[in-house]
Structure formats: C-alpha cells, structure tokens
C-alpha cells in the first residue's frame, strides 16, 4: 500500500482499536494479557467522545463506557475518536488521553519517583523508561488487535459478539477468549 | 518561551514518528557536524521571512551552540525544535502605516500612493517595527531513541510535524513515517494474507443493519 493511503485511508483502524480496547476490558474485567508483554490492567475513564461523520456524544463522568449513553452512541453507528485510559502495570500506573484517529497520547501522567531537583539527566531516563514500559504493554496490545482484525474470524465471530455486547445482550467471553487464542497462538505457532 | 511539558518534567503530549532509511551507525559520531549547521540562527529585522526554526537545546531554547553533551543522553538524540516568529499586532502595524503614508504623501506633494509604493513602505515600516520588538519564541522537544527508532515530537500539530520532517530530514538524511494506525500496523511486519485483508479493509459497523434487527 502506498503511504498516503497507509496513512489516510487507515485511520478507522484507531477507532476500531479503542473500541476494540473496550470490549476486551468488559470480558475480560480489565486484566489484559498482551502477546509477549506483561500482563496490565486497563480502562476507559472519566471521558470518552464517539463520532459518526459530524454527530459526537461526548461523555463524562467516572467510567462514562459503561453507561447506557456509550453502548447506545456505538448502536447508532459511532465509534470512540477520542478515549482517557488508565493502565496498570505492576506498582506502575499511567491515565492518558488516547488520540484514535493518529494513535496519539494526551496529557500522560507517568508514575515518576525522582523529583524535579534530582540530577537533570536521572530524572529524564527514569521518564522515557516509564514512557517505554507504557508503549511496550500498548504496542502488543495493538498488535493483538491487529492480528485479530486481519483474520478470518474478525467478521464471522467476533464482529458478532462486539454487537451482542454493545446491544446489551450476553457477549459469550468464553467463546470470545477462545477465538482469540486460536488467532493469536495460530500467529505464535507460525512464527516459530 | 516555549512549552514547559514534554520530555523533561510535567504530564507528556507528543506525536510519535519512526525513523528509517539509510540511519548510520554511528549517529553521534556522524551526524553532529549536520546539526550544529542546522542549529537555529537568530531572526533578523531585515529578513524577508517571517519566522525561522532550527536546532536548540533541548533544556534551554536560547543555546543554540550545540555539543555531544547537550544532544546525546545515551541512546537518545535530544533536540529543541525553536521556531521564532515576528509578531506584530495588526493595530500597532495598521496605526504606523497610517502615520508613514501620511508623512510620504506631503513630502511628495501627492494625493494617494501606488500599490508599489505602499509595499515598499509597508516592508520599510515592518523593518522598523521589528527593531522595536523581540521575535515570539517557541520550542518543541524532540527525542529520537536510536536502539527503536522512534521518535517523539513534544506537539501534536501539523504545522509543527511539518516543519520537523523538514529539519530532521535536512539534518540527519533519513526519512520520518508518522505513527498512524495504518503506519503501526504495517511495522508489524504482516504476512501476506494479512497484507491482503489489509489492503482491502473496510470498517466495522456495530449498529445492526435492518435484517439483523429482525
């Protein structure tokens, strides 16, 4: 693909993904298990904005996915452009606002120990270790979505199972977490 | 001054970029020269450009004789992107203006001035207004992780990734991708039926069509 269609014409992908993101903390009661990461917690938060052209539901509120409003605005077609997330990973805990439509990180708040007036250089290196602890656990999360979503069962099972659960219906997890491990540990198996 | 979040203290906004192409291996032994060329020279009352950016440092904006010790922090390249501009406010200009065409139409005795005349005092009036005033500074912290090759740029602005494509190609010959969500799935390195599904991806709806509400 060229790259301005990389680029432009794939964008939706980031929405999908947020989605994505959202769908696989509700089954899996935030604990996310990462292909080659460790495994994190993570949310959506305080603020979510779901856009369908030029309609946006902006919702606030402390976990404003799970209200009816969030389940309602995906019914009508809108997908989230605009998420705050928090992840834990260990004793290490990260909020942001996650950009879809570019993949870009708002307002990270890293859990920093140094402080400002500890030597210059130390306080930079234990940021951008932080920074790539986060980027390490959201890049494999990202690659677990894109995976799933290139593979066959994206549209004939999982597809299905997304509208289940954003209509309010049961969304079988078991059948959910076994397709997904058949995708994923597929791709493992092939790339040994 | 420029924004005081980004790399080195407060809560992180940024735009990520991978860096590919011919990438030397030795960065810091090769590339310093080609910043310190590109290092950001002062804005002169004179020049016709408006604004003028180049390379800083990433902990002052205003030392711009940059050295191994203020760029390269282990593995990372580290870089203030200064942008200066001449800003001038539009009444003080219109108000100046006004007084200058005034006092060249009695000295030579005419009614109206033509439009070359008027850009000629336009930029003569610009000039000196500008010897009056400091240009409005602004500096965007830039991390390259040479063991990734990804970099942050400290903005998300598309005027700003601009000028950074820019200047970082210029300065250091290698290409800049922007992460997309398209960019970083490509990264991944996709077989090639991924590549296809990929290639002919549509998005997914979640509101049910009309049949499958039946």
Redesign the interface.
Known sequence: ?E?L???E??????R??V?WLWFESEMQETNLHPTGADPVSMWLEAQITLVLEKEESRLKGAIPASSPEAKEA????K?PKEAKMRLVHGEREYA?TL????????????PTQLK?NDE??E???E??ML??DL?TSL?AL??DF??L???DP?DDEI?PL??NW??GEKADAGAYLATKRAVLGEKRK?KK | MGPTLGALRGSLTFSRFYVTGDIPDDVPGTTLKRIRANAFQPLSPDDEKNEGAGWASIEDPFVTDLDHEKVFYNEYVCLGLRLDRWVIPGPLLKAHLRDAEQALLAKRGLERLGRQAKAELKTMVVRKLRRQLVPSLKSYDVVWNLRTNVLHLYSQSERISALLDDLFKRTFKVDLVPESPGTAADRLGLDAKEARAMAGLEPTILARLEEEAR
């Open positions: 693909m790259l269609d990389l680029i014409g794939r964008r939706f992908m980031g999908e993904f989605v995906l019914r009508q077609g997908l942001w950009k879809a439509d570019s993949l870009a990180l708002s307002g990270l708040k890293l400002k210059k250089h306080v930079f290196y940021r951008m920074l790539e980027e890049s990202y690659a894109v995976r979503r290139l593979a994206w597809v997304m509208k954003a209509h092939r």
